[in-house]
Structures are given as structure tokens and as C-alpha cells.
């Protein structure tokens, strides 16, 4: 089989995701969370073990606590000498995929992901940002739903991305993307409201993405060693240029998750093992492609199961 590895995005985190994990391999936390901690001055060790739902609420704590965790899983899935045939990730999962591919150090992406979050907070606060998933309606209509919205508010409220064929997110500010969830539930849908602490993937981040753009261009990217899949673009990432550019569009551009599963599947991908906590994604991934193989590892055994399967398949 070909295998992908893919990296979850927010919607996947949970308090205490790596408690279980670091009772198995206390040395993971000493390599990753606690040399976190120092980096960043934030308590992520804690956050991981035995933190509130609470905690989570700060997108600048929580993307760095969902990126360290899928670290210390594709730690774990390299000790067994397991290596992926692609990568990809979602929203957040991005930067870890770019780990994945030798693109970026995994401290040097952690920093990237801190200042995204920080970022994103900043003008979650001040425009007053909501964030849903809606499922039913085609992305085009979502999209003439939200524009119906934005022309009867004033506000901000765009797709953020497709998470898969029936499910698409919309972001931006909370009284818009209200009228809209309402709109779509009127013709059928159905809303669920995600925690992201920031309007991701909208236009509202257009100066947050300028900042972030001084630190990239600082950043030193390097060609992938594993073929990379761009959620930005749904498309193959085949340089360090492209991977910078990729990331420096994706504060403002909506998620092609579908796109990016399909163009894995095109190029033999059958088989997904999603790295780090929940397992949001692996679901994403099975409603798109019915027929691939799809593990999760944010589990101990789960993970156990994962590392047997690659690992007879890989002999």
C-alpha cells in the first residue's frame, strides 16, 4: 500500500491529548513539550497532560499544544523506522507536514505556529469572530448564502474551506456568520460551532497575514525530501519557494481538504495515518475516499495498531 501521513488542525484538539502517550514515553516530553515550554514561556507540558478544555480556548495555546503532540507521534512512527510516501495537512496540520518533509526544523515551524496563533487572537478579539461547519449544502451555495449574509449585516462571513464533499466551514465576523448558519439551516442544513479563537482562512486576517509575512520571509525553508500535498492549493509543493508562499497565503485562503485528499489518491495514496491527536481527520479522509484505509493514533493502542500494520506491510 502507499501511505500518507496527514496532521490535524484544531477542531482535533482536547485537554490532556498527550497525557496518555507521555505516561508510555515520559522522554517525549522532556524532547518536545518541556523544551516547548522553555522556548515559548508557556506551560504546553501542562496543557498536554492535565489541562482544562479552558486552556484551549487561546488559539496561541492550543495550536502549539496540537503541534507538539503530532511531533511526539511522528517521533514515535520514526523510532519503528516507519517513513511516509506523502504527507499533507489540515489548516494548523500544515506546519507539521512541513516537519514531516524536511521543509522546516520542528522548532523552527513551532514558532511559526505560536505567532499564528497569537496573531489570529488579536483580531478574533477585536472584530468578535464565530466559526462553523456547515453540512448539506454545495459550497457554492454556501458561498451565495454568505454573500446574502454579508450584504444584510455589513459584516465579514466567507467559506473557509471544504472539509469534504457535504461539510464546509465558514468564518468570519459572529453576527454574519450567524445570519448565515441560519440561512443554511433554514434550507436544510446542518451547523456545528467550532472553537477557533480566530476568524482562519477569511479576509479579516489580511493584516495579521502581512505581520506573519516579515517572520517567513526570515524563515529558512528547504525543498521537501517527502512529496508534500498543499492544503492551501490542493496541489503538489515541490520547492522551499512554493512551501513559503503556501503558508504565507493560508492565514487568508480557505482550506481545500477535499482537493488535497484527491490529489493523494490520484498519485496511489490508499492507505492514512492521521498523526496526532483525534481522529476528526481520519473521518474527513473516509468520507471522501470510502475505500482507503484509514488509521488514527491518538491512542496508545491505537497508535500500537497503526505501527503493526505499517510495519508488516513495510517487511
Same mark, same amino acid.
Given at each position: 500500500? !502507499? ?7 484544531? &477542531? ?22 518541556? !523544551? ?28 502549539? +499544544?496540537?503541534?507538539?503532540? *503530532? ?14 510516501? +506523502? ?15 524536511? =521543509? ?19 483580531? &478574533? ?7 462553523? +461547519?456547515?453540512?448539506?449544502? *454545495?459550497?457554492?451555495?454556501? +458561498? ?10 455589513? @459584516? ?10 457535504? @461539510? !464546509?466551514?465558514? *468564518?468570519? @465576523?459572529?453576527?454574519?456568520? $450567524?445570519? $448565515? ?15 477557533? &479563537? ?14 506573519? !509575512? ?35 497565503? @493560508? ?8 482537493? $488535497? ?11 492514512? =495515518?492521521? =498523526? &496526532? ?39
Amino acid at each position: 500500500m !502507499t501511505t500518507a501521513f496527514v496532521f490535524p488542525g484544531q &477542531g482535533s484538539a482536547y485537554a490532556g491529548m498527550a497525557k496518555e502517550l507521555l505516561a508510555l514515553r515520559p522522554d517525549l516530553a522532556d524532547t518536545y513539550y518541556r !523544551t516547548a515550554d522553555d522556548l515559548l514561556g508557556i506551560p504546553l507540558a501542562g496543557v498536554c497532560l492535565d489541562g482544562s478544555p479552558r486552556d484551549l480556548d487561546d488559539p496561541a495555546v492550543a495550536q502549539p +499544544a496540537i503541534f507538539l503532540t *503530532s511531533m511526539a507521534v511522528l517521533e514515535v512512527l520514526r523510532g519503528e523506522g516507519l517513513r511516509p510516501d +506523502a504527507v499533507a495537512g489540515h489548516s494548523l496540520g500544515e506546519y507539521a507536514a512541513l516537519v514531516a518533509a524536511g =521543509v522546516l526544523e520542528w522548532t523552527e515551524a513551532l514558532w511559526l505556529v505560536r505567532l499564528r496563533g497569537e496573531l489570529v487572537a488579536t483580531v &478574533g478579539d477585536r472584530v468578535g469572530s464565530a466559526t462553523a +461547519a456547515v453540512i448539506g449544502p *454545495s459550497r457554492a451555495e454556501l +458561498a451565495r448564502i454568505c454573500a446574502e449574509a454579508r450584504a444584510a449585516t455589513g @459584516q465579514v462571513v466567507e467559506v473557509a474551506g471544504d472539509n469534504e464533499p457535504r @461539510q !464546509t466551514v465558514v *468564518s468570519g @465576523q459572529a453576527e454574519a456568520v $450567524a445570519r $448565515a448558519t441560519e440561512a443554511a439551516r433554514a434550507a436544510g442544513a446542518r451547523v456545528e460551532w467550532l472553537r477557533t &479563537g480566530g476568524p482562519f482562512h477569511s479576509s479579516l486576517l489580511g493584516e495579521a497575514e502581512a505581520e506573519f !509575512t516579515e517572520t517567513l520571509i526570515a524563515t529558512e525553508f528547504r525543498d521537501p525530501v517527502v512529496p508534500l500535498v498543499s492544503g492551501v492549493t490542493g496541489g503538489w509543493v515541490t520547492s522551499a519557494a512554493e512551501a513559503a508562499v503556501a503558508l504565507r497565503g @493560508q492565514l487568508t485562503s480557505p482550506v481545500r481538504w477535499t482537493g $488535497a485528499v484527491g490529489t493523494l489518491a490520484a498519485s496511489g495514496v490508499d492507505r492514512f =495515518v492521521e =498523526v &496526532g491527536p483525534g481522529r476528526v481527520l481520519g473521518g474527513l479522509v473516509r468520507r471522501i475516499l470510502p475505500d482507503a484505509r484509514v488509521h488514527s493514533t491518538h491512542t496508545p493502542d491505537r497508535l500500537a495498531l497503526a505501527v503493526d500494520e505499517l510495519t508488516a506491510t513495510a517487511a
